[in-house]
């Protein structure tokens, strides 16, 4: 293979291979063609300097001074040559992979230049303390073009996810208070440990009634994931509508399922198209932005008869008088509590009410399938779980909320599960000052990814990191805290301001379903090899893992 060679500065020391990889990801470098700025990676090998004086976390050079922003290592100047690499070596759907093998190669931080998108890639949590230091009042992470000119194109609003400035800034802040803050959280519980006992009633009726054994200990052997994706849109639609859809009927709606295929859809498409100009595309008709537009589409006309609804029953109960307020003091769910505030117009609602809809169902459905399987091939771990959730439950009475607060060990293992299989592989932020990452200088404006695949993996940040162990958080300081070692080391949901807008929906609807699951079952696997996994636009087993419930 033809090497690449960069030009060699004085003094800088070279960054190899041979001993970072076991400081920073637990698996061995694979074979790549990467460059650096002091000598050239050619099959996994470093050429040009002595592999022998590497180390896992880059040092200054030996005048001391910061290097610049071109001497950090990289993976090709040529974006468009990367791209049709990525594409023929089909690099999206193991982008996941791709980035930890490259942390092995090159060291703790990287830059890339893929198509349209370039970005420097870092894993380690005091680099990424420094980079959340330097967002700044109004964080910008990048922006999905893909959605972003869908929008445009269709004259929709745009959400807080897509948006930028003061305007998210006034936006969010509103729907913090339906979504984010104590007292909404309060509100909503109920109605997803509703939604969470009605799947186990349903699952229980199911082993039951299709299970082998004998009656009342019968156990059956299926694939879930079907099932956790009906679980996370009536979940997620009792939350924002107020209002169950029925999903767990022997007869679904064929318009839900068709909801949950275009969601699917759309995150399938949208990695290919980061890459590449939307515009160019749709002027050309090609068939994956057509594909894209077309999930889109489907996605805001479910959505709009949904909020066209809640807004008739909002507009019949104003109709009725004063005295039916509220639908007679029934939570009326994320939308009906924007309606009445009347603080956003109902573009933006609809708009936001979309985004939450189509980032709340895979997102979380996903997720629960990792975390069965690996409570299923770590039965000693399930026990503990259970054994903690069995008397947090027992002493709730009932209460879902005090249940949570009295079983750590649940919250720790939707963490634990996050950190070996993040649902976005990637948190982007654009520092608005120049900042020193691992002694490069990195501009202000430069689009900065903390990669959680490689972080959550890696040996340099976790003690044992291949291993399923929810007690690990049980210990650790929350992980706000900067610059602490702990710190910075569990941002499934992003950090800051721009965190995940819909993560306390998600955290408890991972965390309840888990809880009732655990009380009404034991979980097992016929296997115990790793999942495979693929990243769409976000990471999920190439084949869904099959669990069996056994009933307790």
């Known amino acids: 293979m033809r090497s690449m060679n960069t030009r060699v500065t004085v003094g800088i020391r070279a960054q190899g291979t041979c001993g970072s990889r076991n400081r920073l990801c637990s698996v061995a470098p694979q074979r790549a063609l990467c460059v650096t ?146 007292a909404a959280v309060k509100r909503f519980l109920p109605l997803l440990d509703e939604v969470a006992r009605d799947f186990c009633r349903m699952l229980r009726a199911k082993v039951e009634r299709e299970g082998r054994g004998e009656e009342g200990r019968r156990s059956l052997t299926m694939d879930p994931s079907p099932d956790l994706f009906r679980f996370a849109l009536e979940a997620s639609c009792h939350v924002i509508y107020g209002e169950r859809i029925g999903l767990f009927s022997s007869s679904p709606s064929l318009e839900s399922q068709k909801f949950i295929w275009a969601v699917e859809r759309m995150l399938a498409t949208t990695p290919p198209l980061l890459y590449l100009p939307p515009r160019l595309l749709l002027r050309i008709g090609a068939p994956l932005w057509t594909q894209h537009a077309s999930a889109w589409d489907h996605i805001f006309t479910h959505a709009e008869a949904r909020i066209q609804r809640g807004y008739q029953q909002l507009s019949s109960s104003h109709g009725r008088g004063a005295e039916a307020g509220a639908a007679g003091g029934r939570y009326t769910g994320v939308l009906g509590q924007l309606m009445e505030k009347g603080q956003l117009s109902l573009d933006l609602i609809k708009a936001n009410i979309t985004e939450l809809m189509a980032g709340g169902v895979d997102t979380t459905a996903v997720p629960l399938q990792f975390a069965l399987f690996e409570l299923g091939r770590n039965p000693k771990v399930q026990e503990r779980v259970r054994q903690q959730v069995r008397v947090s439950w027992a002493q709730a009475g009932g209460d879902p909320q005090k249940a949570l607060q009295e079983a ?71 992980e706000g805290q900067r610059g602490d070692r702990t710190g910075f080391r569990s941002l499934a949901f992003g950090f800051g301001a721009r965190q995940c807008v819909g993560r306390r929906i998600a955290e408890n609807e991972l965390q309840l379903l888990l809880m009732h699951v655990l009380l009404s079952f034991h979980l097992s696997v016929s296997y115990t090899e790793d999942i495979s996994t693929t990243c769409t636009l976000i990471l999920q087993p190439e084949t869904p893992p099959r669990i069996t419930f056994s009933k307790l």
């Not at 180390?55 to 030996?62: D, E, I």
């Not at 982008?95 to 230049?113: Q, S, V, W």
């Not at 993040?422 to 990814?449: C, E, F, S, W």
């Open 408 to 478: 750590p060990l649940l919250k720790g293992t939707v963490k634990e599960i996050l950190r070996l299989y993040p649902v976005g592989t990637t948190v982007q932020r654009y520092p608005i000052k120049d900042i020193v990452l691992q002694n490069y200088h990195v501009p202000a404006g430069t689009m900065v990814q903390a990669c959680l695949y490689p972080l959550g993996r890696s040996a340099e940040v976790f003690e044992d990191p291949l291993s399923f162990n929810p007690e690990r958080w049980s210990s650790s300081r929350e």
């Open 37 to 182: 700025a002091a000598g050239t990676v050619v099959d996994g090998k470093l050429e040009g300097r002595k592999g022998a004086e590497s180390a896992g976390v880059r040092k200054s050079g030996v005048d001391g001074r910061v290097r610049s922003f071109d001497e950090i290592p990289h993976t090709g100047r040529n974006g468009w040559v990367n791209l049709v690499k990525f594409w023929r070596e089909d690099r999206f759907r193991q982008l996941h992979k791709h980035m930890e093998k490259t942390f092995n190669t090159l060291g703790p931080i990287y830059r890339e230049h893929v198509g349209t998108q370039s970005s420097v890639n870092i894993m380690l949590p005091s680099d990424i303390s420094e980079l959340f230091r330097s967002e700044g009042l109004h964080p910008r992470r990048m922006t999905l073009q893909p959605w972003a000119t869908h929008r445009e194109t269709r004259h929709h609003s745009k959400g807080v996810f897509l948006k930028n400035g003061e305007e998210w800034r006034a936006d969010r802040l509103l729907l913090n208070k339906e979504v984010m803050m104590s």
